[in-house]
């Protein structure tokens, strides 16, 4: 663990974790060996700019836990990335991949750049770069990376070419998320958003409800939030309500996201759709709905925001949306809370389709793509559904609960080396 101030993510983790041990009754031993990274490494990028000029990023890679197989998370590009934020992430993606039962471990890197300030040459040089000084802890059975924030295909394609070229031979499971032709999975573009709307519709089944009819908030219009808009919408939800970060729209009788999504690619925000009211964040979050998904940045459900929500559930496409303060809050209130590491779990279960496609060498189809991840996210949620009733908890303490669980379990049944 880090001696110097931890930064909040990491405390929020730490701290959902002494949460799960204490339920779990575990010693303070096992407790420290689940709390640290089994191996970070930090690295310095230099980058010689367009214009000769050389500058210095700094690059990490943590790796939480692989008791349970290869660490496996995404790569991000942002200015604000330190190594207390990559730790956090990396043990959320440890707790997230044993909840849906992946053989994974958890990892997670990042490079302190701000992306839309480079050309593409440049970030292509800072991939390749980080990538040839993290090799030697990185492949397809050490630790797969995958997209995140800031970075994309296009990156994966670069890290999957330096590491194949340094290695002789092509490495397509070294990295998931890549392009179609270089072996990415059908359905991976929106298995995130598809996963959201399974545990949804779980969720209401489970309160003697249905997703038919039910009304949908969805606060960020991105990779999840649109893709969930429109799977919500098909799947005969209204959806209500949809914000960005320059603002947000509502129309209670449901919003047309086809057309929705027309007006997005063509003016690049949501903001001025003609068939809906203006409305800002802050209100979207208070809507009285049946769902809201937070599905744009960490944090924005707080002791302040939550004593507003109005809606029956909260379905969480974003990491952390909400703080401790806010889950309390919301328990109270007797808001459902679906927690992240069950809410947006279809992204990784996806990435590991197409793991496992590329070590088979062999294509699936999109239609067992779509049953296969189906299947995953109704089994974790009646895991994480039947853990709760029966141990009297809330749904993330009962996702965390079995995470960390199978991650102990795991790690004492290999038995200490030496
Ligand atoms: P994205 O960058 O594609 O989209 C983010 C959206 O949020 C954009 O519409 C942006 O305008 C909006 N936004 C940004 N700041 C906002 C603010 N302050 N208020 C309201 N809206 C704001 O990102 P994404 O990939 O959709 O990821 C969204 C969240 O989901 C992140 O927390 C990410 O870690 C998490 N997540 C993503 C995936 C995935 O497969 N993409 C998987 C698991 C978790």
């Known amino acids: 663990m880090s001696a110097s101030p931890a930064s909040q993510p990491w405390v929020n983790a730490l701290s959902q974790l002494a949460g799960a041990v204490k339920i779990l009754d575990y010693d303070d031993g096992l407790h420290e060996m689940l709390a640290t990274p089994r191996r970070e490494v930090n690295v310095a990028v230099p980058l010689r700019r367009d214009d000769d000029r050389i500058e210095l990023f700094h690059g990490y890679r943590v790796q939480h836990n692989v008791s349970r197989g290869p660490g496996k998370g995404g790569l991000r590009f942002h200015q604000a990335v330190d190594v207390d934020e990559v730790r956090a992430l990396a043990m959320l993606m440890t ?3 044993a909840v849906v039962d992946l053989p994974y471990g958890g990892a997670k890197g990042g490079v302190g750049i701000d992306p839309s300030r480079y050309s593409l040459p440049e970030l292509e040089r800072v991939t390749r770069r980080y990538t040839t000084e993290i090799m030697p802890v990185i492949g397809p059975e050490r630790d797969i990376m995958a997209p995140d924030m800031g970075t994309d295909e296009q990156t994966m394609a670069w890290v999957l070419d330096t590491y194949s070229v340094s290695h002789g031979y092509t490495i397509p499971a070294v990295v998931t998320g890549k392009p179609i032709p270089l072996g990415g999975s059908l359905g991976r573009t929106t298995a995130t958003s598809r996963g959201v709307v399974h545990v949804t519709r779980a969720a209401l089944v489970r309160a003697g409800d249905r997703l038919e009819g039910a009304s949908v908030a969805i606060q960020g219009f991105g990779k999840v939030g649109a893709h969930a808009a429109q799977i919500f919408a098909t799947e005969g939800a209204r959806v209500v309500a949809v914000s960005d970060q320059f603002g947000g729209l509502h129309n209670p009788a449901g ?23 203006p409305i800002d964040n802050s209100t979207l979050l208070a809507l009285e709905v049946d769902v809201l998904v937070p599905a744009a940045v960490d944090g924005v459900l707080d002791a302040d925001t939550a004593h507003a929500v109005r809606a029956r559930f909260v379905v969480e496409g974003a990491n952390g949306p909400t703080t401790g303060e806010a889950d309390v809050i919301l328990a109270e209130r007797g808001v459902v809370v679906v927690p992240d590491i069950l809410a947006n779990a279809g992204g990784v279960v996806v990435s590991y389709f197409e793991w496992a496609q590329a070590n088979q060498a062999y294509r699936w189809t999109g239609d067992e793509i779509e049953s296969r991840l189906a299947d995953r996210m109704h089994s974790a949620f009646a895991d994480v559904s039947e853990t709760a009733a029966r141990e009297s908890l809330s749904l993330r303490d009962a996702a965390l609960v079995i995470g960390v669980r199978r991650v102990a379990e795991a790690h004492q049944t290999r038995g200490l080396y030496p």
């Open 255 to 277: 919003l047309d996201v086809d057309h929705l999504m027309r007006h997005v690619a063509q003016t690049g925000s949501v903001v001025g759709f003609p068939e809906a009211d």
């Open 95 to 97: 707790w997230k991949c």
